[in-house]
């Protein structure tokens, strides 16, 4: 299967900026897109941002200009930098990977972390 670990979250004055990684393990045949969602309590689960393999990127109209995404495709690795953090971003935020695996054989399936908490205020 696929593991993925997030880190990079923490507590941020409105202003700031963090950097989420997530990198993806485990008998990976290829990762096709990755993302980042957020939760906030009380609210369901949101897109943040995505990017394919080919390195198109989409993002929530709340973010764009603020958070960018970027992958290093060679460490299954996906990134969001984000900037002039609010304190309307304060979430835990999960990466997301639609993959496939070699053992065992599986077409393409989404997978989750763990998530990591993001907290703006001052």
């Known amino acids: 299967q696929v593991q993925l670990v997030e880190s990079g979250g923490g507590l941020m004055q409105p202003g700031g900026s963090l950097r989420l990684s997530c990198a993806a393990s485990?008998?990976?045949?290829?990762?096709?897109?990755m993302g980042w969602y957020r939760q906030a309590p009380g609210k369901q689960r949101e897109l943040v941002a995505t990017i394919t393999s080919g390195g198109s990127t989409n993002y929530a109209s709340s973010v764009k200009g603020r958070f960018t995404i970027s992958r290093d495709n060679a460490k299954n690795t996906v990134y969001l930098q984000m900037n002039s953090l609010k304190p309307e971003d304060t979430a835990v935020y999960y990466c997301n990977a639609d993959a496939s695996t070699i053992v065992p054989i599986t077409g393409r399936n989404d997978y989750w972390g763990q998530g990591t908490q993001v907290t703006v205020a001052s």
């Open positions: 485990g008998s990976i045949f290829s990762i096709y897109a």
